[in-house]
């Protein structure tokens, strides 16, 4: 491709939504790699998590959050909210995500968030799964009511010339400025915090909705060794920890199938993220009620 001319282009973008719009799928799709871990799960996403595309004259920085939560009482919930807040507070732009011809109680609750003044998209994400597409444009009209949206993108995540047509009406909003982040670069996590993000998702997929949300995953080494016949070597220990017993029982399976499963997926795709041999062990650990306390939520990496 021929060398960008004219000044450099670079701004944030948030993407905001209640739990599995598809929030994390439009994220990876945007950057073009897995950045940010997806499941039919609500609360997969528990940081804000950066992705970065450089194009052209033009960086786009999206940053991912957790769905905001309604059930405030656990100090968990309190602490993915908090996430949300920060990250839409100083941003060029918003990507609001529903499910298109949809507009829940939960949704209006996070649009009621918005500060005015940032140029908000509605993403009316899922298209491929509406099946009477003439309601789209009422539902549009009524949306328009709802809010000063600046455009109306009705799409599907899992749709790349869609995703194509995303950048172009999102750099419209993108500032001159200098980019952040290298050309290279695509997200500002270390290669530690996503080890425990591919634990985290594979124990999500591999446990149905037997298990819930209350677990999460301690990364206890992550060690690069020397090795003569690897061009890296990546030992890794990771903690699942999980509210009670029975949960343990749970991501353990008969005879430890579950877990193997779960180790050996994740290893996998380890492997190919870190481009490395990795010999990854997991153990399961019971913490109850660490999903209430304040202090053992921070103790785990939450802001
Ligand atoms: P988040 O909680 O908003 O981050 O949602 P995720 O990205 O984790 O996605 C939730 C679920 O919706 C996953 O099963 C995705 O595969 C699915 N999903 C996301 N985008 C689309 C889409 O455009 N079309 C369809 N059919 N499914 C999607
Ligand atoms: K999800
Ligand atoms: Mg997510």
């Known amino acids: ?41 609500a609360q997969t996403t528990r940081h804000r998590i950066t992705g970065i595309r450089t194009q052209d004259n033009t960086q786009f920085v999206f940053v991912d959050t957790p769905g905001f939560q309604t059930r405030h009482s656990r100090a968990l919930n309190k602490s993915l909210n908090k996430t949300v807040m920060g990250a839409i507070g100083d941003v060029d732009l918003i990507l609001f ?12 609750k996070v649009l009621s968030l918005f500060k005015p003044g940032i140029p908000t998209l509605l993403i009316a994400n ?19 009511e709802r809010h000063p949206f600046a455009e109306f ?40 915090f ?26 206890d080494k992550f060690d690069e060794e020397p090795s003569k016949t690897h061009g890296r070597f990546m030992r890794i220990a990771a903690t699942i920890v999980v509210e009670r017993d029975g949960h343990k029982a749970m991501v353990i399976g008969e005879k430890g199938e579950k877990l193997k499963r779960i180790s050996t997926e994740a290893r996998q795709e380890l492997e190919k993220l870190l481009d490395a041999k990795v010999f990854l062990e997991v153990w399961v650990k019971v913490k109850s009620g660490w999903a209430d306390d304040e202090a053992r939520v921070k103790s785990f990496g939450y802001e």
Not at 97 to 108: I, R
Not at 181 to 186: F, K, S, V
């Open 97 to 108: 995500v529903v499910e298109a011809g949809s507009f829940t109680l939960a949704d209006a």
């Open 194 to 219: 996503l080890a425990s993000e591919t634990v985290r998702e594979k124990l999500f997929r591999f446990t149905g909705d037997e298990l819930p949300y209350t677990s999460t995953v301690v990364i």
């Open 153 to 192: 993108v009705p799409m599907s995540a899992k749709n790349k010339g869609d995703i194509e047509r995303l950048f172009g009406i999102c750099e419209k909003y993108l500032p001159e400025q200098a980019w952040f982040y290298g050309p290279e670069e695509l997200t500002d996590r270390s290669e530690k």
């Open 126 to 144: 899922k298209l491929d799964t509406v099946h009477r597409r003439h309601e789209i444009a009422p539902w549009l009209r009524d949306m328009q």
């Open 1 to 41: 491709p021929a060398a960008p001319t004219g000044p450099q282009r670079c701004g944030l973008i948030a993407i905001v939504g209640k739990p599995n719009v598809g929030k994390s799928t439009l994220m990876n799709a945007l950057v073009g790699q897995k950045i940010s871990i997806t499941s039919r799960k």
